[in-house]
């Protein structure tokens, strides 16, 4: 759809993702042990591409299936005593994990109430990091907000010893991230990199490796599987935390999805072009009277996601009536969430100032008459029709 504006909530499968899924699936079909090979082989296909996008090794990653399972893979490895620092606004995805192992041997949660409209920076981190704080665990980009975390200035403030832990699924395939400020990173492919379900990259570097244990690791993440007896000793890297083989579609689509990335010039490309047809339209919102949340960000602040809402106009309206003109948003209260992709076309941003134009126009036309009647009836402004006790 041409004026498929929602990639902050499913990004639909790429043709490259949906070819490695139908060819990952044809080999499945077949089943035949050199078949089974070249499955695993996807896999390995995947990982690599991941290291190079992510500046890693390809041992220090892993397929998860979600950026959810991930995270709670981690959660489950880390050991008390300690605090991980969670901001108050994260994303549920980022906040359950810690909670339920909060108590579990895992370590004590506490939450930040966000710094201005912003969710974290380093004042409000360095002013939250006692003794007891081992790791930060935040978003890349604000999945409201589209603001960009400063992971590298969040890492120099947390120093060597302390983890910092990222949720990148809104960040990764959308614009450059520093990775390497990340000493875990959780991505799940089903929305920039539009690689769908079942499979996310979980990138754990060998400099905290021994600070995070195998905790949901299960017979995949050992290195004799089919021992007489077990436990047997974990695989190295982040293979430990395997709990069985990964969704091997799943696996070849994200690989497939990394590389086109990679192909059409990396986050660096794709992101300028996520972020130019964004820039278009919320300057479209701003010109029909739109507020725009957390407006004055600066260009590498923002990422590929820009909220509005439009005074003055029911919000479930302005979602309805965007989507009746086949432009697809998300409605979170009263904002409406824009979350274009480097495909977007032109026609996206005409259809979409249409909309507004139109809602606007009518409002305005609206209180016209309005002001029209009041003046050639006064009697409109003192009196009142009785109100019908149905209605």
Sequence with gaps: MPGYLDHARIGPLS???ADAIATATALATRAAPTDLDRLFALSDAARASAARLLDARPHEIAL????????????????????VLVPRGEFPANVYPWLRFAGRGGPDVRLLDADGKRHITPDLLRRNLTPDVTALTVSAVDSLTGH???????????????LLIVDAIQGLGAVPLAADAAD??????????????GAALLLIRDRCAERVAPGLGGWAGVTEPFAARHPAPPLSGAAAHLATNPDFPAAA??????DALLDQGGPAAVGARIRAT??????RARQAG??????????????????FRLPGHDPVTVHRTLEAAGVITTRRDEWIRLSPHASTP??????????????THATRTSADDSTSSAATNPRTHDTQEPTCPTS
């Design 253 to 258: 689509a994200i690989g497939a999805a990394v």
């Design 184 to 197: 875990v990173l959780v991505s799940g492919g089903q929305k920039w990199l539009r690689a769908g379900w």
């Design 148 to 162: 960009v975390a400063p992971l590298a200035a969040l890492k120099e403030v947390l120093g060597p010893d302390r």
């Design 346 to 359: 032109a026609l996206a941003v005409d259809l979409f100032a249409e909309v507004l134009h139109t809602l």
């Design 64 to 83: 998860s299936p979600s950026t959810s399972n991930g995270l709670f893979t981690v959660a489950a490895g880390l050991q008390g005593p300690g605090t």
């Design 290 to 307: 739109a507020d725009v949340l957390l407006d004055g960000l600066g260009h590498q602040e923002r990422a590929g996601i820009g909220t």
């Design 278 to 283: 964004l820039a278009e339209l919320l300057d």
């Design 15 to 17: 043709r490259q993702a």
